[in-house]
């Protein structure tokens, strides 16, 4: 596997079609490491459509188009792995019948941990989000938020160890739409510091307040990207 530090992400021409359905049309689009860039838009406009397919994510011929981390085509010499795209799906998609700590850590020793360090990571990234005390509990007994927090902390462990190894890409599909206040301000700070510490972060929310956190943003309206702006103010200036 190529091993790459995380560079600009650059997208050209961008679609993604299921059939007649066009949900993302021609996105031309960049993003730092270093930030987080928030992903807005109505429901439908095509959030989860372009974060799926830049993480590879979608079936072949569904998506067109070039994304690429700075001169490295993605799909072409470096696969989406290789760039270290990790999802924290919409919809959390926990394994039911495992415990919190265990949907966490089989990704991990999944991908190269071993288990006693994988296990000593989920329980680090679950107690980061507050639920050190759920660990052991089997995902179909959590509430939302709960579940979410779970799937935000497999994103941030599994983000910890491609940080290690090289490239992140850390692709989060609305991450805190299931929480209170408090926790989803803890969430962004786990984000911004993934962020920080060098990888490249996709954020798709609805939030007003938490894209206002986010360096960059891109807003999508029926599948095309109208706006895009490197600032902080930028939510004061696009409709969300
Ligand atoms: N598997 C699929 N097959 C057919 N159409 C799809 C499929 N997935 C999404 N779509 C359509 O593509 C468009 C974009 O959907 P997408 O899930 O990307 O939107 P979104 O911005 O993430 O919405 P939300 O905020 O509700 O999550 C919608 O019109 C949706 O109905
Ligand atoms: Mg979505």
């Known amino acids: 596997m190529t091993q790459r530090m995380t560079d600009q992400l650059v997208l050209d021409d961008v679609s993604v079609r299921y059939g007649?359905?066009?949900?993302?049309?021609?996105?031309?689009?960049?993003?730092?490491?270093?930030?987080?860039?928030?992903?807005?838009?109505?429901?439908?406009?095509?959030?989860?459509?372009?974060?799926?397919?830049?993480?590879?994510?979608?079936?072949?011929?569904?998506?067109?188009?070039?994304?690429?981390?700075?001169?490295?085509?993605?799909?072409?010499?470096?696969?989406?792995?290789?760039?270290?795209?990790?999802?924290?799906?919409?919809?959390?998609?926990?394994?039911?019948?495992?415990?919190?700590?265990?949907?966490?850590?089989?990704?991990?020793?999944?991908?190269?941990?071993?288990?006693?360090?994988?296990?000593?990571?989920?329980?680090?990234?679950?107690?980061?989000?507050g639920l050190d005390e759920h660990a052991g509990h089997l995902a179909e007994e959590l509430s939302g938020g709960q579940r979410q927090r779970v799937a935000v902390a497999r994103g941030l462990a599994l983000s910890s160890l491609r940080l290690e190894s090289g490239s992140l890409l850390l692709l989060a599909d609305e991450p805190t739409s299931e929480l209170d206040h408090d926790t989803r301000e803890r969430v962004v700070a786990l984000l911004q510091d993934i962020a920080r510490r060098g990888g490249i972060v996709l954020l798709a929310t609805h939030d007003p307040e938490v894209a206002e956190v986010a360096a960059a943003h891109w807003h999508l309206e029926d599948g095309r990207l109208t706006a895009t702006r490197e600032c902080q103010a930028v939510s004061r200036i696009l409709p969300m």
């Not at 490295?72 to 394994?95: K, N, Y």
């Not at 265990?102 to 980061?128: C, H, K, Q, W, Y």
């Open 20 to 129: 007649d359905v066009v949900a993302v049309d021609g996105v031309a689009a960049s993003a730092e490491p270093g930030e987080i860039t928030a992903v807005t838009g109505h429901s439908g406009a095509g959030k989860t459509s372009l974060l799926w397919a830049i993480g590879g994510l979608l079936d072949d011929g569904r998506s067109s188009g070039s994304i690429a981390l700075g001169d490295m085509a993605i799909g072409g010499e470096v696969s989406s792995r290789d760039a270290g795209a990790v999802l924290i799906p919409q919809g959390s998609a926990l394994a039911e019948v495992l415990t919190a700590r265990d949907n966490i850590a089989i990704p991990l020793v999944a991908a190269g941990m071993s288990g006693a360090e994988a296990t000593a990571l989920a329980d680090r990234t679950l107690a980061s989000v």
